[in-house]
C-alpha cells in the first residue's frame, strides 16, 4: 500500500495547467529529488499570436490542366487559364502572379484590355469577370452571370469597350467594360442566316471584326456558315457556307481576304468581292491518292495568318492537319508555312493554345511576326519565328517541376551565402543547348529585389531518381542543380532482381532527402530501400562507390542466443549485427538479394555531388521512414517499420543494425508486474487470463481496477537482473494450457534473465468468436491478439503460436520479445482505470484498412501484416495521383491506430549533443530514434575524440533507454538551451573532397559543435527535448528526462508535418493536420499561438509534400506540376507587397501608321466607328434583367488606378505623368506658334490679294 499511496501522491502533485508530473512524464524512473520545475526554467517568450499570419505568397510551375492563352502586345504580360480556375499572369522573370477564381470554374477564354490594365475572363460557369492588374495582387471589379445561354466565344476590339460575346445558341451579345451591364443590340441567329435555312448553324465559335471596317463583325458558326454583320445597318453583308464544320478564323492584316481551318485538315482562303466558293482550298498534310481521293486527315483546330514586311510571303501557322494513315502513334505537331517551305515541329504533349506575337496591336497593319506561344497539356514553349530555324527560346520559368512527378520535397531557408552561387556554377553546365539568342520576348512588369531576402533552396525528389535544386530566393525560383541517382546502379533488365513490378514501375523513385547546407553531405532514400551519400566536389573524381547491405528483416523465428551475447545481444560487436555484410558468409540468399545492383567498376563523376557510399536493404527489403545524417560524428541512421541500422560512412561499416522491440533493451520500463488491489500479489498471466474471461461475456461490462508497477527501474544494472530473476513473466507456459482459462500453472521455474526485455507469454489462439476489446493503454498489449487477429488499433501484428513443450524453456525466446508483442504502455491514471468490454461478432477491418490505405500513401511505405506475404507492390506516382486527390479526413483519434497488425516502425531520427543517461553530468553524442507507437528512445554513442582515431577506432553505441511516452506516431525532434534558443546539430565544415592536397599540412576535419553545455545563468544545468508526435507535444529537460510541458495539439484530427522553426528572432512549433488546419505553438511552454482552417480539405500529395521552414515559410505541391508557396509569419506577409512584382507598367499606346493619302482614299484605312452610339442605352435600349446577372466586386472601376499598390509604382507613374504633361504642354506651344505664323502667312497673303484687286473694276476680275 505504500506504493499505492506514492503513486496517487505523484498524480496529485501535477498540475492541471499542461504541465505533467516528472512520475508520469520521465519514462527512465523516478525523478529525482532535486528535479527542476518549470518555475525553474525563465524563458523570455517574445512570440504572440500578432507575430502570425496566414497567406499565400507564391505559386511556381507549369499552371495544372491549362485551357486557354492571352497576350497583351503592349504591356509584353501573358496570361494562361486553368480548368480548375486558376490564372497564372507571367512577365519578366520575377513577375509571376497567381489568382483563383472563387468558384473554381474551368477558365475558356482570356481576353486583354490592351494596354489598360485589366483582363476578362469567361468560364464555365458562363460568367464574364473583369480583373484589374493594376495592383500586385489582381483582383474583379465587375462579374456578369448569363442566365439563359452558354458562352462559347468572347472577343474585345482594340481601344474598344465593347466586349462581343458568342452563345451555344448561336446568339451574340455585346457587353459594356466599364458597367460591365448587356447592351440592348443583339445579333439573332435567326437574323444573321438565311430564312430559307432549316438547320441551327451551332454555337459562335468566332467573332472579330474586319480590319478594313470596325463597323462589319465576322461571325463564325461550328456548322460550317461564316456571316459578316454590318453593326450600323443591322444586316448580312455576306453569307458563307462550306460543308465542312469551322474550328477558326484568321484574316489578312488588310481585310480583303480571311483564312479557315476545317475539321476535314483543309485551310480554305475567302475573299470578299466573291463569297460564293473560296479562291484557295489546301490540305497541308493530305495526298491525292491514286484513285484521286484525298487522304483523310485531322481536324486543323486553329490557323493564324500573318503578314511581313521582309517578305511578300506570309507565314501561315497552325496546329494539327496530319493524315490519319500517318499519324498514328506521331507527336502533336505545329505547322509553320512560310512561302513554300513547310516546317513541322513535333510537340511532347498536345497542343492547348498557341498565340503568334507580333509588334503591333493594330490588326488592320502589317503584323510582322516574331514568335510563337505554345501551351501544350504539359509545357510552355515560344518558337522564334526571326530565324530559319525556328528554335526555341530558354524559358526563364520553373515550369519542368513535374519534367517527372515530385515524390518529396524539402525547404532550407537562411543557407549559407556561398551555396547558391557554388551549386550555379556547377548547374550552368548542365544546362541544354541550342536556344534562340534573343531576348525572352514576354518581358513585361517590373520586378525589384525586397529588402528583406536571404539564401533559400527548395529540394525536390522525383519518380525517375532526380533530385533538383532550386533558388527560392526572394520568392522566386530558379534551378540550381540536377543529380540523377540512376547512375549509381545498373541499368535493370526484365525479368531480373527479385520482383519485376517495382523494376517495371519507378526503382529510382526518390522517398525522402536529408542535406546539410554547411557541410554539403547530401543523403538520398529511394523507393526500393536504398540509401544513397553524396559529397559535394568542385573537381572531377574517378572512384569506385562503396555498397552495404543490410538486414532488417526481423521474424518471430530470429532469435539471439545468449551464449552469443550473454551480456547485451543488442549492442555487442557491431560485426555480429548485420549478418548480411559484404563479404559474410550466407549473405547471397535468394531472398537477400537487392532490388538494384550497385556499379562495381570505377565512375567518372563529373564536379558537383558525387556518390560515396550506397545502403541497401536485403531479405526481402522495406521502404525506409526515417532517415538522419550527421557530418560531425560521420554517422548515417536509417529505419523501418522492421528496424533501425546506424552506419559509419567514414569507416564503411555497419554499426547497429537492431529490430525496433529489440532498441528497448535492459532499459525497458514499460515491463512491469500488475497487483489486483483484492490481492496482494498475483502473476500476470492470472490478471490476463481474468481479463480474457470477459471476452465470451454477452453484455457490456464495465469494471474499474488499479495497478500500480512493482518494477522500479534505476541506472543499476545488477538491479534490474535481480528485479527480472524474480519476475514470474519471465517464464513461458504451455501452448496447450492457454486454450483452457480454467488452468493455470505455477511457474516452472526462475530462469538465468539476459539484458533483452522478457516476453508476456498470452494466448496465440482462442476458440470462439472474436469480442471487440477495449482496454486502458497499459493494459492493452497482450490482451488485444485473438484468432490471430488484433483487435486493439494500437497494437502490433501476433503471430500464430507454435506448440512449445510445458516445462521446457525455449532458450533464446525468453531473451527476446515476439514481434507482435509490444511493451506495456504507462498508465495515465495508476489510480484508477476503467475497462470497457462491448462485445462485438466480428472485427471491423474497414475503416482499418482505408487508414493504413492512407498512411501507405503519406509515409511511402507499406505496412505488412504477420499473416501476410512479404511482397512489393509497384510504386506508379502516375496512376496513383487520382487516388491521392482523394484524401479523406481519419475518424481515428489517433495514426497508431490505423492498423490493428502493423509493426512498431521507427518514424524519426536525430543526431544531436544530449545526455545519454539520466542524471549524466556532461553531454555527448547521441541518437534520438522516435517510433510509431508514441515511444522516445536515447541511444548514447561514444566517437572517438582524435582525428587519427577516428578512422581507426570503432565507434560504439551504448544500450538504449526509453525516455518519453506519447499518443501517436513521434513525428520530429528538436533541443533548445536553457535560455529557449534553438539548439543545431553539429556538423563538419566542408572541404572539397578532391581538392589539391597540401604535403606540408595534414587534413583535418573541421568540426562545429553546439553542444548544450550547463547554462550557468540560466541556474538549470542541460538542456529542453521538444518531441513532437502526432498527437501531442512534450518539452523535456535533460539530463533529469523531466517534462516540463505538455500540450495535446488535436483531438479530432493527427498532425501530418512538425518543425521547429525560427520567427521573428525566436522559435516555435509548427504543425499542419490532416483536417487543413496550420497552427503555432510557442516554446518551451506550448501555448497556441495560431489556429487556422487554412485547407478546407488536404489530399495526400500536400500531405506528402508540406514542409515548414525558417523565417515564417512553408510550401507544399498544389498540383501535380505547381508547388505553393506561403508564410505564416505577419511581418512577411507586411513586406510581402513591396516583394511581388508589378504587372502593369504605363507605357504610351504606339501610333497607328500613316499609310498616306492614296491609300486612305482608295480604302486602305479603316473607317472610324463609334460604338457607343450604337450599342449605348439612349439607341439600343437596355437588355432584359433576366439574361443575365451583374455582380459587383469588391472594387469599382473608378478606384481601379488608385488601387495600384506600391510606392515604387505610384511614382513612377507620376514621373510618366508629368513627362507626357510636360511633353503635351511642348506639343502645345509648337501647335500655337505654328498656327500664329500660318495666321501671319495667310494675313500677308490675303493683304497681296486685296492690293492686287483693289482698283480693278468688276469686269476686270
Known amino acids: 500500500?505504500?506504493?499505492?499511496?506514492?503513486?496517487?501522491?505523484?498524480?496529485?502533485?501535477?498540475?492541471?495547467?499542461?504541465?505533467?508530473?516528472?512520475?508520469?512524464?520521465?519514462?527512465?524512473?523516478?525523478?529525482?529529488?532535486?528535479?527542476?520545475?518549470?518555475?525553474?526554467?525563465?524563458?523570455?517568450?517574445?512570440?504572440?499570436?500578432?507575430?502570425?499570419?496566414?497567406?499565400?505568397?507564391?505559386?511556381?510551375?507549369?499552371?495544372?490542366?491549362?485551357?486557354?492563352?492571352?497576350?497583351?502586345?503592349?504591356?509584353?504580360?501573358?496570361?494562361?487559364?486553368?480548368?480548375?480556375?486558376?490564372?497564372?499572369?507571367?512577365?519578366?522573370?520575377?513577375?509571376?502572379?497567381?489568382?483563383?477564381?472563387?468558384?473554381?470554374?474551368?477558365?475558356?477564354?482570356?481576353?486583354?484590355?490592351?494596354?489598360?490594365?485589366?483582363?476578362?475572363?469567361?468560364?464555365?460557369?458562363?460568367?464574364?469577370?473583369?480583373?484589374?492588374?493594376?495592383?500586385?495582387?489582381?483582383?474583379?471589379?465587375?462579374?456578369?452571370?448569363?442566365?439563359?445561354?452558354?458562352?462559347?466565344?468572347?472577343?474585345?476590339?482594340?481601344?474598344?469597350?465593347?466586349?462581343?460575346?458568342?452563345?451555344?445558341?448561336?446568339?451574340?451579345?455585346?457587353?459594356?467594360?466599364?458597367?460591365?451591364?448587356?447592351?440592348?443590340?443583339?445579333?439573332?441567329?435567326?437574323?444573321?442566316?438565311?430564312?430559307?435555312?432549316?438547320?441551327?448553324?451551332?454555337?459562335?465559335?468566332?467573332?472579330?471584326?474586319?480590319?478594313?471596317?470596325?463597323?462589319?463583325?465576322?461571325?463564325?458558326?461550328?456548322?460550317?456558315?461564316?456571316?459578316?454583320?454590318?453593326?450600323?445597318?443591322?444586316?448580312?453583308?455576306?453569307?458563307?457556307?462550306?460543308?465542312?464544320?469551322?474550328?477558326?478564323?484568321?484574316?489578312?492584316?488588310?481585310?480583303?481576304?480571311?483564312?479557315?481551318?476545317?475539321?476535314d485538315g483543309s485551310l480554305t482562303v475567302w475573299n470578299l468581292r466573291n463569297t460564293s466558293r473560296p479562291i484557295q482550298v489546301t490540305y497541308p498534310h493530305g495526298k491525292i491518292l491514286k484513285d484521286g481521293r484525298k487522304e483523310s486527315c485531322k481536324p486543323i483546330l486553329k490557323v493564324e495568318y500573318k503578314t511581313s514586311r521582309n517578305s511578300s510571303e506570309p507565314f501561315i501557322i497552325f496546329s494539327g492537319g496530319l493524315s490519319y494513315d500517318k499519324a498514328g502513334g506521331r507527336r502533336p505537331t505545329l505547322t509553320i508555312m512560310h512561302g513554300k517551305a513547310i516546317t513541322v515541329l513535333e510537340m511532347d504533349h498536345p497542343i492547348v493554345e498557341f498565340l503568334v506575337l507580333c509588334d503591333t496591336p493594330y490588326s488592320n497593319e502589317v503584323q510582322d511576326p516574331y514568335a510563337v506561344v505554345v501551351l501544350l497539356e504539359k509545357d510552355f514553349i515560344v518558337v522564334d519565328l526571326t530565324q530559319s530555324n525556328f528554335p526555341i527560346f530558354e524559358n526563364p520559368y520553373p515550369m519542368d517541376i513535374h519534367e517527372s512527378p515530385v515524390t518529396c520535397t524539402a525547404y532550407f531557408a537562411q543557407c549559407p551565402p556561398d551555396i547558391i552561387p557554388i551549386l550555379y556554377s556547377i548547374g550552368a553546365k548542365q544546362k541544354k543547348t541550342g536556344y534562340s539568342h534573343k531576348e525572352w520576348p514576354v518581358?513585361?512588369?517590373?520586378?525589384?529585389?525586397?529588402?528583406?531576402?536571404?539564401?533559400?533552396?527548395?529540394?525536390?525528389?522525383?519518380?525517375?531518381?532526380?533530385?533538383?535544386?532550386?533558388?527560392?530566393s526572394a520568392i522566386t525560383l530558379q534551378m540550381l542543380y540536377k543529380l540523377k541517382t540512376s547512375k549509381v546502379f545498373e541499368k535493370p533488365k526484365a525479368g531480373e532482381g527479385r520482383t519485376t513490378e517495382v523494376l517495371d514501375e519507378d526503382p529510382y523513385a526518390v522517398q525522402m532527402v536529408s542535406w546539410c547546407p554547411h557541410s554539403r553531405l547530401f543523403c538520398v532514400v529511394g523507393i526500393s530501400a536504398h540509401v544513397i551519400l553524396y559529397r559535394f566536389s568542385k573537381h572531377d573524381a574517378n572512384t569506385q562507390i562503396a555498397s552495404l547491405e543490410v538486414r532488417l528483416q526481423f521474424d518471430s523465428d530470429d532469435a539471439v542466443s545468449p551464449s552469443e551475447n550473454e551480456n547485451n545481444p543488442c549492442f555487442s560487436d557491431p560485426s555480429s549485427h548485420s549478418p548480411l555484410q559484404p563479404g559474410s558468409p550466407g549473405s547471397a540468399t535468394p531472398d537477400s538479394v537487392p532490388g538494384l545492383r550497385v556499379k562495381s567498376r570505377a565512375l567518372r563523376m563529373p564536379p558537383g555531388y558525387q556518390a560515396e557510399l550506397v545502403v541497401q536493404l536485403v531479405c526481402p527489403p522495406q521502404q525506409i521512414t526515417s532517415l538522419d545524417i550527421n557530418s560531425a560524428y560521420g554517422l548515417l541512421a536509417f529505419g523501418n517499420c522492421n528496424g533501425v541500422a546506424v552506419v559509419d560512412y567514414l569507416q564503411k561499416t555497419i554499426l547497429m543494425c537492431v529490430s525496433t522491440l529489440d532498441l528497448y533493451g535492459a532499459a525497458d520500463p514499460y515491463q512491469r508486474l500488475t497487483r489486483s488491489p483484492r490481492r496482494n500479489r498475483q502473476s500476470t498471466s492470472d490478471f490476463c487470463m481474468r481479463g480474457l474471461s470477459h471476452f465470451y461475456s454477452d453484455s457490456k461490462k464495465r469494471i474499474r481496477t488499479s495497478y500500480q508497477s512493482l518494477t522500479e527501474l534505476s541506472d543499476n544494472q545488477v538491479s534490474i537482473d535481480m528485479e527480472r530473476t524474480k519476475s514470474p513473466t519471465s517464464v513461458p507456459y504451455p501452448s496447450s494450457l492457454h486454450n483452457d482459462p480454467r488452468s493455470m500453472p505455477e511457474p516452472l521455474a526462475s530462469l538465468r534473465a539476459s539484458h533483452c526485455s522478457p516476453v508476456f507469454y498470452l494466448l496465440d489462439n482462442v476458440k470462439g468468436p472474436g469480442r471487440k476489446l477495449s482496454l486502458p493503454t497499459d493494459?492493452?498489449?497482450?490482451?488485444?491478439?485473438?484468432?490471430?487477429?488484433?483487435?486493439?488499433?494500437?497494437?502490433?501484428?501476433?503471430?500464430?503460436?507454435?506448440?512449445?513443450?510445458?516445462?521446457?524453456?525455449?532458450?533464446?525466446?525468453?531473451?527476446?520479445?515476439?514481434?507482435?508483442?509490444?511493451?506495456?504502455?504507462?498508465?495515465?491514471?495508476?489510480?484508477?482505470?476503467?475497462?470497457?468490454?462491448?462485445?462485438?461478432?466480428?472485427?471491423?477491418?474497414?475503416?482499418?484498412?482505408?487508414?493504413?490505405?492512407?498512411?501507405?500513401?503519406?509515409?511511402?511505405?507499406?505496412?505488412?501484416?504477420?499473416?501476410?506475404?512479404?511482397?512489393?507492390?509497384?510504386?506508379?506516382?502516375?496512376?496513383?495521383?487520382?487516388?491521392?486527390?482523394?484524401?479523406?479526413?481519419?475518424?481515428?483519434?489517433?495514426?497508431?491506430?490505423?492498423?490493428?497488425?502493423?509493426?512498431?516502425?521507427?518514424?524519426?531520427?536525430?543526431?544531436?549533443?544530449?545526455?545519454?543517461?539520466?542524471?549524466?553530468?556532461?553531454?555527448?553524442?547521441?541518437?534520438?530514434?522516435?517510433?510509431?507507437l508514441?515511444?522516445?528512445?536515447?541511444?548514447?554513442?561514444?566517437?572517438?575524440?582524435?582525428?587519427?582515431?577516428?578512422?581507426?577506432?570503432?565507434v560504439t553505441?551504448?544500450?538504449?533507454?526509453?525516455?518519453?511516452?506519447?499518443?501517436?506516431s513521434v513525428l520530429r525532434f528538436a533541443f533548445l538551451d536553457c535560455g529557449g534558443a534553438l539548439i543545431q546539430s553539429p556538423y563538419?565544415?566542408?572541404?572539397?573532397?578532391?581538392?589539391?592536397?597540401?604535403?606540408?599540412?595534414?587534413?583535418?576535419?573541421?568540426?562545429?559543435?553546439?553542444?548544450?553545455?550547463?547554462?550557468?545563468?540560466?541556474?538549470?544545468?542541460?538542456?529542453?527535448?521538444?518531441?513532437?508526435?502526432?498527437?501531442?507535444?512534450?518539452?523535456?529537460?535533460?539530463?533529469?528526462?523531466?517534462?516540463?510541458?505538455?500540450?495535446?495539439?488535436?483531438?479530432?484530427?493527427?498532425?501530418?508535418?512538425?518543425?521547429?522553426?525560427?520567427?521573428c528572432s525566436s522559435v516555435c512549433l509548427a504543425c499542419f493536420c490532416a483536417n487543413g488546419h496550420v497552427m503555432t505553438l510557442s516554446l518551451p511552454s506550448l501555448r497556441p499561438l495560431m489556429d487556422i482552417n487554412y485547407l478546407p480539405l488536404t489530399d495526400m500529395r500536400i500531405a506528402r509534400t508540406f514542409v515548414f521552414t525558417n523565417g515564417g515559410q512553408a510550401l507544399y505541391l498544389s498540383s501535380p506540376t505547381e508547388i505553393q508557396r506561403i508564410t505564416y509569419s505577419?511581418?512577411?506577409?507586411?513586406?510581402?507587397?513591396?516583394?511581388?512584382?508589378?504587372?502593369?507598367?504605363?507605357?504610351?499606346?504606339?501610333?497607328?501608321?500613316?499609310?498616306?493619302?492614296?491609300?486612305?482614299?482608295?480604302?486602305?484605312?479603316?473607317?472610324?466607328?463609334?460604338?457607343?452610339?450604337?450599342?449605348?442605352?439612349?439607341?439600343?435600349?437596355?437588355?432584359?434583367?433576366?439574361?443575365?446577372?451583374?455582380?459587383?466586386?469588391?472594387?469599382?472601376?473608378?478606384?481601379?488606378?488608385?488601387?495600384?499598390?506600391?510606392?515604387?509604382?505610384?511614382?513612377?507613374?507620376?514621373?510618366?505623368?508629368?513627362?507626357?504633361?510636360?511633353?503635351?504642354?511642348?506639343e502645345l506651344e509648337e501647335r500655337t506658334a505654328l498656327m500664329m505664323n500660318s495666321a501671319e502667312i495667310f494675313s500677308t497673303h490675303a493683304h497681296q490679294v486685296m492690293l492686287k484687286h483693289k482698283d480693278k473694276k468688276w469686269y476686270q476680275l
Request: proline share 7%; glycine share 10%.
Open 779 to 932: 493494459l492493452k498489449p497482450d490482451l488485444d491478439h485473438v484468432n490471430g487477429h488484433c483487435t486493439s488499433p494500437t497494437s502490433q501484428p501476433c503471430s500464430m503460436g507454435k506448440p512449445r513443450i510445458p516445462g521446457v524453456p525455449e532458450g533464446p525466446r525468453l531473451t527476446r520479445r515476439g514481434p507482435g508483442r509490444p511493451p506495456f504502455r504507462k498508465a495515465q491514471s495508476a489510480a484508477c482505470m476503467e475497462i470497457s468490454l462491448p462485445v462485438s461478432s466480428h472485427t471491423e477491418v474497414g475503416g482499418c484498412a482505408s487508414r493504413r490505405a492512407m498512411l501507405q500513401q503519406l509515409h511511402g511505405v507499406s505496412m505488412y501484416s504477420h499473416d501476410e506475404h512479404h511482397t512489393t507492390t509497384p510504386y506508379n506516382w502516375s496512376e496513383r495521383e487520382s487516388r491521392e486527390n482523394s484524401f479523406s479526413r481519419s475518424r481515428s483519434s489517433s495514426v497508431s491506430s490505423i492498423d490493428r497488425d502493423t509493426k512498431e516502425a521507427v518514424t524519426t531520427l536525430q543526431f544531436g549533443e544530449s545526455y545519454g543517461r539520466k542524471g549524466e553530468p556532461l553531454p555527448s553524442a547521441c541518437l534520438w530514434v522516435g517510433t510509431s
Open 957 to 968: 553505441i551504448g544500450p538504449s533507454s526509453t525516455v518519453l511516452m506519447l499518443k501517436g
Open 1 to 263: 500500500m505504500k506504493k499505492f499511496r506514492k503513486v496517487l501522491d505523484g498524480l496529485s502533485s501535477s498540475s492541471p495547467g499542461g504541465v505533467a508530473s516528472p512520475s508520469c512524464g520521465s519514462a527512465a524512473g523516478t525523478p529525482t529529488a532535486h528535479a527542476p520545475t518549470p518555475l525553474d526554467i525563465h524563458v523570455q517568450e517574445t512570440l504572440v499570436s500578432e507575430n502570425f499570419h496566414l497567406c499565400k505568397t507564391v505559386r511556381h510551375g507549369f499552371p495544372y490542366q491549362p485551357t486557354c492563352l492571352a497576350f497583351d502586345p503592349v504591356q509584353k504580360i501573358l496570361a494562361i487559364g486553368s480548368r480548375t480556375g486558376g490564372i497564372r499572369i507571367l512577365g519578366r522573370p520575377g513577375v509571376d502572379c497567381y489568382s483563383q477564381h472563387e468558384s473554381g470554374a474551368a477558365v475558356l477564354q482570356l481576353q486583354f484590355l490592351i494596354n489598360e490594365g485589366a483582363l476578362v475572363t469567361a468560364c464555365a460557369d458562363d460568367t464574364l469577370h473583369l480583373w484589374n492588374l493594376r495592383q500586385r495582387r489582381p483582383a474583379i471589379l465587375h462579374s456578369l452571370k448569363f442566365n439563359r445561354e452558354r458562352i462559347t466565344f468572347c472577343h474585345l476590339p482594340f481601344q474598344s469597350k465593347w466586349l462581343y460575346v458568342g452563345t451555344e445558341r448561336g446568339n451574340t451579345h455585346i457587353v459594356n467594360i466599364e458597367s460591365f451591364v448587356l447592351s440592348g443590340y443583339v445579333i439573332m441567329w435567326n437574323k444573321a442566316i438565311e430564312l430559307a435555312t432549316k438547320t441551327h448553324p451551332g454555337p459562335v465559335v468566332h467573332l472579330s471584326d474586319s480590319p478594313k471596317d470596325e463597323g462589319k463583325l465576322l461571325i463564325g458558326f461550328e456548322s460550317g456558315t461564316v456571316v459578316q454583320w454590318d453593326l450600323r445597318a443591322k444586316k448580312v453583308d455576306f453569307r458563307i457556307y462550306y460543308d465542312e464544320a469551322i474550328h477558326s478564323v484568321s484574316w489578312h492584316h488588310e481585310g480583303k481576304q480571311f483564312m479557315c481551318s476545317h475539321s
Open 443 to 472: 518581358s513585361g512588369g517590373t520586378w525589384t529585389l525586397g529588402s528583406q531576402t536571404y539564401p533559400e533552396i527548395i529540394v525536390t525528389g522525383h519518380a525517375d531518381g532526380t533530385v533538383k535544386f532550386w533558388d527560392a
Open 988 to 1063: 563538419e565544415v566542408w572541404r572539397d573532397p578532391n581538392g589539391p592536397e597540401d604535403p606540408d599540412r595534414t587534413r583535418r576535419r573541421k568540426l562545429v559543435n553546439f553542444s548544450p553545455w550547463p547554462s550557468h545563468e540560466a541556474g538549470v544545468d542541460g538542456h529542453m527535448a521538444v518531441v513532437c508526435s502526432e498527437k501531442q507535444a512534450k518539452v523535456m529537460l535533460m539530463p533529469s528526462q523531466t517534462v516540463l510541458f505538455a500540450h495535446n495539439v488535436t483531438e479530432s484530427s493527427f498532425i501530418l508535418r512538425a518543425d521547429v522553426v525560427s520567427v
Open 1130 to 1226: 505577419q511581418e512577411m506577409a507586411d513586406n510581402l507587397q513591396d516583394m511581388l512584382g508589378e504587372l502593369f507598367t504605363p507605357i504610351e499606346t504606339p501610333e497607328a501608321q500613316n499609310k498616306g493619302f492614296l491609300k486612305g482614299f482608295f480604302g486602305g484605312n479603316a473607317q472610324p466607328f463609334d460604338r457607343e452610339e450604337l450599342f449605348g442605352e439612349a439607341a439600343a435600349g437596355k437588355a432584359s434583367r433576366s439574361l443575365a446577372q451583374h455582380i459587383p466586386g469588391p472594387m469599382g472601376l473608378e478606384n481601379m488606378k488608385a488601387a495600384a499598390g506600391g510606392v515604387v509604382g505610384d511614382l513612377a507613374r507620376a514621373r510618366i505623368a508629368l513627362d507626357q504633361r510636360g511633353e503635351r504642354l511642348g
Open 934 to 954: 508514441g515511444v522516445v528512445l536515447l541511444l548514447p554513442i561514444s566517437i572517438p575524440a582524435e582525428d587519427e582515431d577516428r578512422m581507426e577506432e570503432p
